[in-house]
């Protein structure tokens, strides 16, 4: 399976953008990019995914690099409520996949009042 | 809409005994899955289900064995539980389609002494 990187922890202040970085360099040609967040003590929620053009969603947008080896994840503007475990995940929608997700540590967001 | 629910919240169990942890989902999903979370980890896969009947291995199958008798329940089983297996546990459905957004349920919280 494709690996994603990302930065262990960012900080952002309320009310400012927040743009959360994901390297995945050995993407392959069928992988979407999806991102997940995980609010403290709760299940992950979906936010948004895309395959090559950018995307918006009322949550976000994902800038994704012409090169497809990286993308981005952009909170327009962040609240309290924003805080949480980022996840940046490739899903391969080639094959047998069934939908199966993989993990990685993800990116913890702190958002200062 | 529920969503997915999970059943019990929170459980103690004692090294050796057994339990079965309860998903369901009122979206008419095809695919479910079970996730367990240890303390500043991602998620991992332990099994997943294509459809009603169906059952197949994740990352981390050892320990745990499922059952989908119907479309929208998918059980978790210890048979006899261990320390290791001291975690939080998440059921999440999706359906078919490239998209594959999961939903996730508010995880179960085992500790076992």
């Known amino acids: 399976d494709a690996k994603t990187t990302q930065p262990n922890s960012m900080e952002s202040n309320e009310e400012e953008p927040v743009h959360l970085p994901c390297n995945h360099s050995t993407i392959s040609g069928t992988d979407y990019i999806h991102w997940y967040r995980q609010l403290p003590s709760q299940g992950p929620e979906y936010v948004i995914h895309?395959?090559?053009s950018n995307v918006n969603n009322r949550m976000a947008s994902l800038a994704i690099a012409e090169d497809r080896k990286s993308s981005t994840l952009i909170l327009h503007r962040a609240t309290l409520r924003d805080a949480a475990v980022y996840y940046c995940i490739l899903f391969d929608a080639g094959g047998t996949s069934y939908g199966k997700l993989t993990f990685g540590q993800g990116t913890i967001l702190t958002v200062h009042p | 809409n529920a969503g997915v629910t999970q059943t019990p919240k929170f459980r103690v169990l004692k090294t050796g005994q057994s339990m079965t942890l309860l998903c369901a989902q009122d979206m008419n999903h095809e695919y479910m899955y079970w996730y367990r979370q240890d303390p500043g980890m991602g998620l991992r896969l332990i099994h997943y289900?294509?459809?009603?009947?169906?059952?197949a291995k994740g990352e981390v199958p050892d320990g745990y064995n499922v059952s989908r008798l119907k479309k929208q329940n998918f059980l978790l089983g210890l048979e006899s539980a261990a320390p290791s297996q001291t975690s939080v546990y998440f059921c999440?459905?999706?359906?078919?389609?490239?998209?594959?957004?999961?939903?996730f349920g508010p995880g179960t919280r085992l500790t076992v002494l």
């Open positions: 289900s294509v459809g009603e009947g169906t059952t």
């Open positions: 895309g395959l090559t």
């Open positions: 999440a459905s999706s359906d078919r389609g490239l998209g594959n957004e999961q939903f």
